[in-house]
């Protein structure tokens, strides 16, 4: 290349980037504009901290202050690895062996997978040091919480993990080998596209960070997700019915019902054909109709959880009878949406309705007294908060729902995406899962607010009659059908455990199954994949979580197969297939409806 080339290469480079960066100038404009307006369009809130957990670390603190011994003998603990940690650093320095670490990640902790964090003995003290630190840093408040209350304690543990978290060494350019290494390669421009990155996301989040965790273009409902052929037949303000095309002449006599959790979406049950699970039962002989939720506005904030019942399951029951004639319906439910099964089963069963034969509850809580972390963001002061927020829209935003979850697992769905996006500078891969996880909706005022209070603030659904549907008392301990409890191993959202108390309430015969992985990829797990297995065994009374699980036995492979076994003997017998639209409900559309297309 001539001096000339050289220059003209060089000049047009540098007024593209001239380009680039008035652009993201205009843009953080007009994002700092739209903010202000909105804040004075509202009024201006006195900014408080983390749901007002300052308290509770003034508190913890001058526990420790009390107990100077305790204080210091935690910080000889500290310094006392930090001098091995000097040791073996200059050891390998030195030319020395390399030794086994004075720490290591946990076995599920993916940050430090570069080599340089193992083969570097820089990045290594910078790795080990950090761990050192944090895992003195939470053991120490957790030994130092024995004074305050439960919901206290919980919350110093949660928001401490979240500081230790955001401060890890992997989320700066400099201490971070990966992102130093593309910094220096490509001199810089993966800082400018993560900037700029950073900016769409701002306003696409109207001045809040929405962190795009996949390319969103590159999925479309109906178009190359929720795939599976079949027809609405049936629809009212909450809700959309579909019922599937069978895959063959034949199908089981009682259809089944799937009823996904409003919080999300439904299509998780059938992203593509490859791990749909409706496809899959479909596929076994199931006449499937499925339940697709409303993305509710203001104009629903009135629909409470008896609305959700009576307009969801109750409705489906009734259109279900139209469509094929059949009254004995086998359901599912998944999360949200088996907890309303559980509340919905109860009330039928005071009412001496049995349409329902079999039920099926994938990760799904009843019993609310120890809900994990979620329960962080449960107490009075917070309720209140939020009600005034949803009442003053009629509705709770999805996305803060989706952040809530990705708080739970801030490192895999919220710092590795910052590091991906705007430290290297890269688009997301394309990720049906994820694309889902983005695609929220709304909840309703009056339904989210009993919600929270019934379930995870009073844990009344466990109690007979703590709650009433209808006028009337609602006692788990009255469903008598046969129950199928799926919970998933690290589910973050439904704790397994927690799921497992569901087996002291009902009163039928249960058959407890344990996946592993998590809330979703414990669920949506396809034989074909033989990706994951699962734990079965026989359950005793008054017999604890953990007990169980020392004698249950582990299968390899999916439990699909397992549950296709429970259920297919209780999907009476095989009688011709029935297509959508063949009985007395008229096709409305084509799955999987228009309801679900409604974007937040």
């Not at 670490?101 to 940050?111: E, S």
């Not at 969801?312 to 086998?330: F, S, T």
């Not at 998944?334 to 001496?352: D, H, I, K, P, V």
Request: hydrophobic share 40%.
């Amino acid at each position: 290349m001539t001096e000339q080339n050289r220059s003209t290469g060089g000049t047009e480079e540098s007024l593209e980037q001239a380009d680039e960066f008035a652009r993201m100038a205009a843009q953080s404009q007009r994002i700092v504009a739209d903010f202000i307006a909105r804040q004075q369009s509202k009024g201006v809130l006195e900014p408080q901290g983390p749901f007002n957990v300052g308290q509770a670390f003034m508190e913890m603190t001058q526990q420790m202050l009390a107990d100077p011994a305790r204080l210091v003998q935690a910080q000889l603990g500290l310094w006392e690895g930090y001098v091995k940690l000097w040791q073996h650093t200059a050891s390998r320095m030195m030319g020395g062996e390399p030794g086994e670490p004075i720490v290591m990640p946990a076995p599920d902790d993916r940050r430090f997978r570069a080599a340089e964090w193992r083969d570097n003995h820089i990045y290594d003290f910078i790795k080990q040091s950090y761990l050192l630190t944090s895992n003195w840093f939470l053991s120490t408040v957790q030994k130092n919480t024995g004074g305050l209350d439960e919901k206290s304690a919980q919350k110093l543990a949660f928001y401490t993990r979240q500081f230790v978290d955001a401060v890890s060494p992997t989320n700066f350019v400099l201490s971070n080998p990966t992102v130093l290494r593309e910094t220096l390669d490509s001199g810089g421009a993966n800082l400018v596209r993560g900037l700029g990155n950073m900016l769409d996301d701002l306003e696409r989040g109207g001045g809040n960070l929405d962190i795009r965790m996949t390319d969103t273009d590159a999925f479309e409902v109906g178009e190359n997700l929720a795939l599976t052929p079949g027809k609405v037949v049936f629809q009212n303000e909450l809700m959309q019915l579909i019922q599937y095309a069978p895959a063959g002449e034949t199908v089981y006599r009682r259809p089944l019902l799937v009823i996904a959790p409003w919080i999300n979406k439904f299509y998780v049950l059938d992203l593509k054909p490859e791990n749909s699970f409706i496809a899959w039962a479909v596929a076994q002989g199931y006449t499937v109709f499925a339940i697709s939720w409303v993305n509710p506005d203001g104009r629903l904030s009135h629909k409470g959880f008896e609305d959700y019942m009576r307009e969801g399951p109750l409705a489906a029951l009734d259109a279900i009878a139209e469509a094929c004639g059949e009254k004995q319906v086998a359901a599912v439910g998944y999360c949200l949406g088996g907890t309303l099964l559980s509340a919905t089963l109860a009330y039928m069963s005071a009412e001496g309705d049995k349409r329902i034969t079999s039920a099926t509850f994938f990760a799904t809580l009843v019993d609310f007294d120890e809900p994990g972390e979620l329960g962080v963001f449960i107490d009075e002061e917070q309720l209140a908060g939020l009600e005034k927020s949803m009442n003053e829209k009629g509705y709770l935003d999805g996305r803060e729902m989706a952040t809530t979850f990705n708080l739970l697992r801030a490192n895999d769905l919220i710092w590795s995406f910052v590091i991906n996006n705007y430290l290297m500078g890269k688009d997301p891969f394309p990720f049906d899962l994820l694309y889902w996880n983005s695609d929220s909706t709304r909840m309703p005022a009056e339904m989210h607010s009993f919600y929270l209070r019934k379930m995870y603030q009073d844990n009344a659904l466990a109690r007979p009659g703590g709650i009433e549907l209808g006028g009337v008392p609602i006692d788990l301990g009255k469903i008598t059908v046969p129950t199928y409890v799926l919970a998933a191993h690290d589910d973050h959202i439904a704790p397994w455990q927690s799921c497992f108390k569901a087996t002291g309430h009902y009163s039928g015969k249960i058959r407890f199954v344990l996946g592993q992985s998590g809330h979703i990829a414990g669920v949506v797990n396809p034989p074909a994949a033989e990706k994951y297995g699962f734990w079965t065994g026989d359950l005793k009374a008054g017999e604890s979580a953990e007990n169980w699980l020392a004698n249950a036995a582990r299968h390899e492979g999916s439990w699909w197969r397992d549950w296709q076994g429970w259920q297919s003997r209780r999907a009476g017998k095989k009688v011709a297939a029935r297509e959508p639209g063949a009985g007395k409900l008229k096709i409305i559309e084509d799955a999987p409806g228009s309801y679900v297309k409604v974007r937040t």
